[in-house]
């Protein structure tokens, strides 16, 4: 069975930081470009960050830049998302998906299913 499982998130105080792991079961991630999704409370998904195969291209959305760091090691078969100076509005569920190219992340396409997701709550 195909699949990503997402972790690291958690409960972090505003300016923190963590660290997502997007692991893949069941295939080999290092033919796929990947990408980081959230979505807040009563709000859609909507792209955080994406990287390429090779991982020579990363892209990020306007209110990540700069705070948020995709990577990814192939022999781990694991895509990361560093997250720093974390803000109440990075509160959601991050998942990672499949994506078909790294793009503009408000044009991210995901493919296959999604996973469960991880939980990121930014709060004092």
């Known amino acids: 069975q195909l699949q990503l499982v997402e972790s690291g998130g958690g409960l972090v105080q505003p300016g923190g930081s963590l660290r997502l792991s997007c692991a893949a079961s069941?295939?080999?991630?290092?033919?796929?470009?990947i990408g980081w999704f959230r979505q807040a409370p009563g709000m859609e998904r909507e792209g955080v960050s994406c990287?390429?195969?090779?991982?020579?291209?990363?892209n990020y959305g306007d209110s990540v830049k700069g705070r948020f760091t995709i990577s990814r090691d192939n022999a781990k078969n694991t895509v990361y998302l560093q997250m720093n100076s974390l803000k109440a509005e990075d509160t959601g569920v991050y998942y990672c998906?499949?994506?078909?190219?790294?793009?503009?992340?408000?044009?991210?396409?995901?493919?296959?299913?999604w996973g469960q997701g991880t939980q990121v709550t930014v709060s004092s």
């Open positions: 990287i390429s195969v090779r991982g020579d291209i990363t």
């Open positions: 069941g295939f080999s991630l290092d033919s796929y470009a």
């Open positions: 998906a499949r994506i078909q190219t790294c793009t503009a992340v408000t044009l991210l396409k995901a493919t296959g299913s």
